[in-house]
T-cell receptor
């Protein structure tokens, strides 16, 4: 079956750096997405990786290794507003998105 | 920009009653989706539509139906609601060039 694994919850300190990991086993691979979801709100797009390597976008970076079925989202200079759930999703061979359960990130002052 | 509009925002429904969740987009995206989100689980696809006039079943389609009469609208109907359909429902559309999903604000449904 298809599976996306990410930690349920993580805690980090304001101003610090945090890495949220995502491992996947899917039937085919056509890209990996990271979304941010604040409590009670809709998910919003953060990043997209289809080739191996690091994609940097401001304070957020996303890394992909297709051979390892692995990605991470790196958040730098954490701010209180970064407290949210971070969802990893993989597009499979049928171009359908398979979603992880999300990682709830708690930022402490 | 409106993007995707869902209605209602929240609803309490008696078991056995029918309900239609409305979804309208103004981005002219061909593909649209309905997901449900439950605590501890990832977003689960209920139904999707790749283009107006076509629909397909997702991971959890039972008890739900959809229609896609035009590009903008993609309503989700629960014919006879059951308590296990208590959830937050998200409608989304995708940009076919990037695959990025754009989500509505969600509809919180409680079936008693």
């Amino acid at each position: 079956g298809q599976n996306i694994d990410q930690p349920t919850e993580m805690t980090a300190t304001e101003g610090a750096i945090v890495q949220i990991n995502c491992t996947y086993q899917t039937s085919g691979f056509n890209g990996l997405f990271w979304y941010q979801q604040h409590a009670g709100e809709a998910p919003t797009f953060l990043s997209y990786n289809v080739l191996d390597g690091l994609e940097e976008k401001g304070r957020f970076s996303s890394f992909l290794s297709r051979s390892k079925g692995y990605s991470y989202l790196l958040l730098k200079e954490l701010q209180m507003k970064d407290s949210a759930s971070y969802l990893c999703a993989v597009r499979d061979s049928n171009y359908q998105l398979i979603w992880g359960a999300g990682t709830k990130l708690i930022i402490k002052p | 920009t409106a993007g995707i509009t869902q209605a209602p925002t929240s609803q309490i429904l008696a078991a056995g009653r029918s309900m239609t969740l409305r979804c309208t987009q103004d981005m002219r995206h061909n593909a649209m989706y309905w997901y449900r989100q439950d605590l501890g689980l990832g977003l689960r696809l209920i139904h999707y539509s790749n283009t107006a006039g076509t629909t397909g079943k997702g991971e959890v389609p039972d008890g739900y139906s959809v229609s896609r009469a035009n590009t903008d609208d993609f309503p989700l109907t629960l014919a006879s609601a059951v308590p296990s359909q208590t959830s937050v429902y998200f409608c989304a559309s995708s940009d076919t060039s990037t695959g990025e999903l754009f989500f509505g604000e969600g509809s919180r449904l409680t079936v008693l």
